[in-house]
């Protein structure tokens, strides 16, 4: 699926630019997520039920960054526009819902990814509702891989993930936030 991910952050004049890419199953939250980091988000083709069958985008300013997160549909039949989605990204989010914990198509996701050597977070979404639990997400991940838990519904631990991809693009491109 990941055939050209970017290891580097393109640059365009003097500005860095960084496309942030949310993978994850259908309902677990992915457009909420987009929605609570960039409220004015375009959500670009719904279904009848809802479900996102295009994406979301929404675009933060860091420094002289220019972030652009991409929602991804999550229903196995809109593959291909996964695909397109995260051709060239350089940091992926792999939303869960904590209440039900990793499906395999995240667990697959997940893979890709450290194949790949793509950086990415493990992003607990739910975190408000009964039964979550972050141990059974804390299960399937590696010991040392960063889970961030959030509600995008109440809008919390959001500016927490947000922070943690800003470290990420400066470690991975050291003074790509400077100006």
């Not at 994850?24 to 987009?34: D, E, H, V």
């Not at 279904?47 to 991804?72: E, K, M």
């Amino acid at each position: 699926m990941l055939e050209n991910p970017s290891y580097k952050i393109k640059v365009q004049g003097v500005r860095r630019l960084v496309k942030v890419v949310a993978f994850g199953s259908s309902g677990s939250g992915k457009s909420s997520l987009i929605r609570c980091i960039a409220p004015s988000a375009k959500h670009i083709n719904s279904g009848t039920d809802g479900t996102t069958i295009g994406y979301d985008l929404g675009i933060l300013q860091y420094g002289n960054c220019s972030i652009f997160y991409y929602g991804t549909p999550g229903l196995e039949r809109y593959r291909n526009v996964v695909n397109v989605i995260a051709n060239g990204m350089n940091i992926g989010l792999i939303v869960v819902d904590a209440t039900r914990g990793m499906t395999e198509y995240e667990k697959g996701i997940m893979k890709e990814l450290k194949d790949k050597k793509v950086p990415f977070i493990i992003v607990a979404n739910k975190i408000d509702l009964p039964g979550e639990s972050l141990e059974n997400i804390r299960n399937d991940v590696d010991k040392d891989r960063l889970i961030m838990p959030i509600s995008a519904k109440l809008n919390a631990g959001v500016n927490m993930l947000v922070q943690s991809v800003n470290e990420m693009i400066d470690l991975y491109e050291p003074g790509a936030s400077k100006i």
